[in-house]
């Protein structure tokens, strides 16, 4: 149990759809990361929020944007979405953002059809 | 390029033996490596890590050892136990940047038999 909530945990999308992806980090945390993890792959970086502002990306287009609220809680937004988008997407929580131990949430499945 | 490589994608062990899982890197700027277990189904879970100032860090039946000149990790579970199967991760970061982004492997399943 780390602490860290996702939801929901398994969705299926249209090629083309918009999804939101929620998630609520550790208490005390104020750094909330996102991770794309395909199948047979290690978590891909999307990006990180610290404090409410994006604090850095990953290789991932503009399509792919977030959100930080004042309760460090975080959203991931994905928009015309693609096949290949079809992931395990992972939320991480921190106390900061100078990549100390680094807790997950579960993870929301995402299947674009 | 992965600049973390996990070439192993599979190891299968005996219960009370030792296992080895083995993780290199190509970014001399990595200084925080990270282990991570993952079950089928959940999110990974921290494990240990190191600080590339130390070789070796030790907690209960994880071990991890460090060689900054050969760019390469490795995880030691004594005994290894069947509950250790799983997939695990290696992480690494460089912490004196802005951000704390976590660079992963691509993963190595493990299989502790009976």
């Known amino acids: 149990e780390t602490g860290v909530t996702q939801s929901p945990t398994h969705l299926i999308k249209t090629r083309g759809q918009q999804v939101t992806l929620r998630c609520s980090s550790q208490?005390?945390?104020?750094?909330v990361s996102w991770y794309q993890q395909a199948l047979g792959q290690g978590p891909q970086f999307i990006f990180q929020y610290y404090r409410e502002e994006e604090n850095g990306r990953g290789n991932f287009p503009p399509r792919f944007s977030g959100l930080q609220f004042p309760n460090y809680s975080s959203e991931l937004n994905v928009n015309a979405l693609e096949l290949d988008d079809s992931a395990l997407y992972l939320c991480a929580s921190s106390h900061d953002y100078s990549g100390n131990t680094i807790y997950f949430g579960e993870g929301s499945w995402l299947t674009v059809v | 390029d992965q600049q973390v490589k996990q070439n192993s994608p599979s190891l299968s062990v005996q219960e009370g033996r030792i296992s080895i899982l083995n993780c290199d890197y190509t970014n001399s700027m990595f200084d925080y490596f990270l282990w991570y277990k993952k079950y089928p189904a959940e999110g990974p879970t921290f494990l240990i890590s190191i600080s590339s100032i130390k070789d070796k860090n030790e907690d209960g039946r994880f071990t991890v050892f460090l060689n900054k000149s050969a760019k390469h990790l490795s995880l030691h579970i004594v005994p290894s136990q069947p509950g250790d199967s799983a997939v695990y991760f290696c992480?690494?970061?460089?912490?004196?940047?802005?951000?704390?982004?976590?660079?992963f492997g691509k993963g190595t399943k493990l299989s502790v038999k009976p």
């Open positions: 992480a690494a970061t460089f912490r004196g940047g802005s951000q704390g982004n976590l660079i």
């Open positions: 208490s005390g945390h104020n750094t």
